[in-house]
């Protein structure tokens, strides 16, 4: 890990202790730690976000990516029909065609996987 990505990880850090709630830099420093394949820590993270922000609609796609490759196909069909609600309900018609089209991908993936 370079020090400037140990430096932006830190400064992340720092700033969720300072302010517990605050879903932006959780996800930010989750994306960090994906980058660095730190995928439990991430995924701790993200999870966090949806418990407590459940309407921070981004969490729904690279939660379910880091689901999907964890091999927790399940999980991630649920986030992303529950992602694309949130979406719908937001407004959010870019996020929701990602979803959407992250769902579809999975699902011809079970269905493949299944016959």
């Known amino acids: ?4 990505q140990q430096s ?13 709630g605050d879903s932006f830099s959780k996800f930010a420093l989750a994306l ?10 991430a995924r701790i993270l993200f999870e966090d976000i949806l418990s407590s922000d459940p309407d921070y609609v981004g969490v729904y796609y690279h939660l379910g990516k880091l689901y ?3 091999d927790r196909l399940d999980d991630a069909q649920n986030l992303y029909q529950k992602g694309i609600i949130i979406a719908d309900e937001q407004d959010e018609q870019r996020t929701k065609k990602e979803l959407r089209e992250a769902l579809q991908q999975l699902e011809i993936e079970i269905e493949e996987q299944s016959s």
Not at 1 to 4: A, G, R, W
Not at 8 to 20: E, S
């Open 8 to 20: 932006k990880i830190k400064q992340l850090a720092r700033q969720i202790k300072n302010n517990p």
């Open 32 to 41: 960090e730690f994906r980058k660095e394949g730190e995928f439990k820590k």
């Open 1 to 4: 890990m370079s020090s400037n």
């Open 68 to 70: 999907e490759s964890l």
